[in-house]
């Protein structure tokens, strides 16, 4: 079986997923991105396999390995590689059947020999055979038709060639989407912050949106919730090692919670996302056509959830939403909305009235949010100034 990874160490825990739920013998990967580092490789090491890389050195990405198990006979062919190296290849020999073939092409060989190799290429063939018929029986044995879709998608639609892009152009190109879109430059963080110091002081109430302190049962529970096949961000933490020890990380990230929010601060480290493009066409020519999907660290995502979790909580409370919107509500979706618009349908030709409907698709809807307009929009929505300024930090 062969893999374009994409970055092990980001993707090491869906290899690894795979790897457990099929009888891979072995496993070839390209766009490793390793390097030769004794941590590294202890990380991406599986129990029950044995590893070769070629790793490149010298730039960022590419790399090439192998995970072969380790009841297999092998021989790696530096010879074959040292021909050839300005390419990016690994060669293995199987050293059994590889001797017989050496020794059943000379010209002085007995039929014994001739029928040795056979046997042993025949097994060779039908043990690929029935593992490839395992496989697919076992991709295709799902009850789920998202599963059986997923692996059709793949067959059907590999991955592309890995992009070649300046990553320092490219980031250029996505940090300033919103200057090109609006033809504007973008507004600062002193001005934002002027904005909301200068904003008018709110009556002590109780009705407006402070952030409470968190409990450690609520950062324990939400560190349980984690999805443990996200993508690793800039720190290298896995989410499934976070849950591992959620029990005792609970505790300290608590405190470091509770801290940022007394402060209104967001750690730095926290918002530092690894950027990766995703084409939204199958041979990209420009960078137009790569979205970016930022990936940012678990712990992250921790104090995110939290926060998102109290400002849902009010919101409903107080009332903000409309009954019509369903974007990112708990117990709504996209059938509520079809419903909603079936029974207006209805209604309507229940009257005699004719129904239009006016579809709107924003392009680049997030890039081009105006700062400004959303920081005195919390605000007259209830939303405390020590909110807005964490919510600038």
Same mark, same amino acid.
């Given at each position: 079986?062969?893999?374009?990874?994409?970055?092990?160490?980001?993707?090491?825990?869906?290899?690894?997923?795979?790897?457990?739920?099929?009888?891979?013998?072995?496993?070839?990967?390209?766009?490793?991105?390793l390097k030769d580092n004794p941590q590294l490789m202890e990380y991406v090491s599986i129990p029950g396999y044995a590893t070769e890389f070629r790793h490149r050195e010298d730039i960022k990405g590419g790399g090439v390995g192998v995970y072969i198990k380790e009841d297999i006979k092998y021989k790696r062919r530096?010879?074959?590689?040292?021909?050839?190296?300005?390419?990016?290849?690994?060669?293995?020999?199987?050293?059994?059947?590889?001797?017989?073939?050496?020794?059943?092409?000379?010209?002085?060989? @007995? $039929?014994?020999?001739?029928?040795?190799?056979? #046997? !042993?290429?025949?097994? *060779?063939?039908?043990?690929?055979? &029935?593992?490839?018929?395992?496989?697919?029986?076992?991709?295709?044995?799902?009850?789920?038709?998202?599963?059986i879709w997923r692996v059709m998608h793949r067959i059907l639609k590999p991955n592309p060639k890995p992009l070649r892009v300046d990553p320092d152009e490219l980031n250029t190109h996505f940090a300033t989407t919103a200057e090109r879109t609006l033809e504007a430059s973008a507004v600062s963080l002193s001005d934002l912050t002027s904005l909301t110091d200068n904003l008018p002081e709110q009556s002590s109430n109780g009705d407006q949106f402070n952030l409470k302190?968190?409990?450690?049962?609520?950062?324990?529970?939400?560190?349980?919730?984690?999805?443990?096949?996200?993508?690793?961000?800039? @720190? $290298?933490?896995?989410?499934?090692?976070?849950? #591992? !020890?959620?029990?005792? *990380?609970?505790?300290?990230?608590? &405190?470091?919670?509770?801290?940022?929010?007394?402060?209104?601060?967001?750690?730095?480290?926290?918002?530092?996302?690894?950027?990766?493009?995703?084409?939204?066409?199958?041979?990209?020519?420009?960078?137009?056509?790569?979205?970016p999907i930022s990936i940012l660290p678990v712990l992250s995502k921790v104090f995110e959830k939290l926060v998102a979790g109290q400002m849902s909580e009010f919101?409903?409370?107080?009332?903000?939403?409309?009954?019509?919107?369903?974007?990112?509500?708990?117990?709504?979706?996209?059938?509520?909305?079809?419903?909603?618009?079936?029974?207006?349908?209805?209604?309507?030709?229940k009257k005699g009235d004719i129904t239009l409907m006016v579809l709107a698709d924003f392009s680049k809807a997030f890039d081009t949010i105006c700062f400004k307009s959303t920081i005195e929009k919390f605000y007259k929505l209830g939303f405390s100034k020590t909110f807005l300024k964490w919510l600038l930090s």
């Amino acid at each position: 079986m062969h893999l374009n990874t994409q970055s092990m160490v980001s993707t090491f825990n869906e290899f690894l997923l795979t790897v457990n739920s099929y009888p891979l013998d072995i496993v070839a990967l390209s766009e490793t991105w390793l390097k030769d580092n004794p941590q590294l490789m202890e990380y991406v090491s599986i129990p029950g396999y044995a590893t070769e890389f070629r790793h490149r050195e010298d730039i960022k990405g590419g790399g090439v390995g192998v995970y072969i198990k380790e009841d297999i006979k092998y021989k790696r062919r530096l010879d074959i590689e040292k021909l050839h190296p300005e390419l990016e290849h690994l060669w293995l020999g199987v050293p059994e059947r590889d001797h017989l073939r050496h020794k059943a092409h000379k010209s002085d060989a @007995d $039929n014994g020999v001739w029928t040795a190799f056979r #046997l !042993v290429r025949n097994n *060779l063939k039908s043990a690929i055979r &029935s593992a490839r018929k395992a496989f697919i029986e076992k991709a295709l044995s799902s009850n789920k038709s998202r599963d059986i879709w997923r692996v059709m998608h793949r067959i059907l639609k590999p991955n592309p060639k890995p992009l070649r892009v300046d990553p320092d152009e490219l980031n250029t190109h996505f940090a300033t989407t919103a200057e090109r879109t609006l033809e504007a430059s973008a507004v600062s963080l002193s001005d934002l912050t002027s904005l909301t110091d200068n904003l008018p002081e709110q009556s002590s109430n109780g009705d407006q949106f402070n952030l409470k302190p968190v409990t450690q049962e609520d950062v324990f529970k939400c560190i349980r919730a984690l999805r443990s096949d996200c993508s690793t961000g800039v @720190d $290298n933490i896995p989410a499934r090692f976070v849950k #591992l !020890v959620a029990e005792h *990380l609970a505790c300290p990230l608590t &405190s470091i919670i509770n801290k940022c929010i007394s402060n209104a601060y967001f750690p730095k480290l926290w918002k530092i996302a690894r950027v990766s493009s995703i084409p939204k066409v199958e041979n990209p020519t420009s960078n137009d056509q790569l979205r970016p999907i930022s990936i940012l660290p678990v712990l992250s995502k921790v104090f995110e959830k939290l926060v998102a979790g109290q400002m849902s909580e009010f919101a409903e409370r107080a009332a903000l939403l409309p009954e019509r919107i369903s974007g990112f509500r708990k117990g709504h979706s996209t059938t509520s909305v079809l419903l909603g618009i079936r029974d207006d349908i209805r209604h309507a030709m229940k009257k005699g009235d004719i129904t239009l409907m006016v579809l709107a698709d924003f392009s680049k809807a997030f890039d081009t949010i105006c700062f400004k307009s959303t920081i005195e929009k919390f605000y007259k929505l209830g939303f405390s100034k020590t909110f807005l300024k964490w919510l600038l930090s």
